[in-house]
């Protein structure tokens, strides 16, 4: 039964962490997708969530603009909104792909390095298919605030990889160590039986 359990555990260990790369995989094509859209339609997007945003904080902090002041907060808040979406879409992707990457052993700076790489390659080729669509140009300030963006998801992955590494992970370690302590026991005995049998030669 236990060999059993632990062809079981192997098998769908082998076939779930090939699966960790999903969630990167659908983050990618969402900037993707973001990345199609043409200069008007970015801009419409842009100018209602920052309308959104404008709206609430009128409503919820009760601060009494009137529409016109409404309308130049938006004027004046749209740009950042841009940016500020530039840089949560490239965090996120860093969170999803550093936790994957560290199922498959990369750890520490190695982690940090490797993610930022990819995001910021990724934020290259993304500001390179915007060249496709009407009205849209790359920017090297988008791929540096990207990559700046990456950085810090990778920083913020580091709470979630210690919790899976003390939960979900833990497991693993402590079969690992068990394996290791019975490595250790063996070649104790080994040598132990080596003694013995040299002891009773003299």
């Not at 409503?59 to 749209?78: C, D, F, G, I, K």
């Not at 790489?117 to 496709?132: G, K, M, P, R, S």
């Not at 026991?185 to 003299?202: A, L, P, Q, V």
Request: with cysteine.
């Amino acid at each position: 039964m236990n060999y059993f359990a632990l062809f079981i555990k192997k098998t769908l260990r082998f076939l779930l962490k090939p699966l960790s790369f999903l969630p990167a995989i659908l983050v990618a094509a969402m900037i993707f997708n973001f990345s199609a859209a043409d200069a008007d339609e970015s801009t419409i997007e842009s100018r209602s969530v920052t309308e959104e945003i404008v709206h609430s904080i009128n409503y919820r902090l009760e601060m009494n603009w009137t529409p016109a002041q409404q309308e130049q907060y938006v004027e004046s808040l749209e740009f950042y909104v841009r940016k500020a979406a530039h840089f949560s879409e490239y965090c996120l992707l860093a969170v999803t792909l550093a936790i994957p990457l560290y199922v498959y052993g990369v750890r520490g700076i190695r982690l940090l390095l490797l993610t930022t790489l990819i995001c910021a390659a990724y934020a290259c080729t993304d500001e390179y298919h915007q060249t496709f669509s009407l009205g849209r140009t790359p920017s090297f300030r988008d791929v540096c605030i990207d990559t700046s963006g990456a950085v810090l998801g990778v920083l913020l992955s580091h709470p979630i990889l210690w919790f899976f590494r003390v939960t979900i992970f833990r497991p693993l370690s402590l079969e690992k160590e068990r394996r290791m302590r019975e490595e250790y026991y063996d070649r104790r005995e080994e040598r132990d039986r080596r003694y013995r049998g040299r002891s009773r030669r003299k």
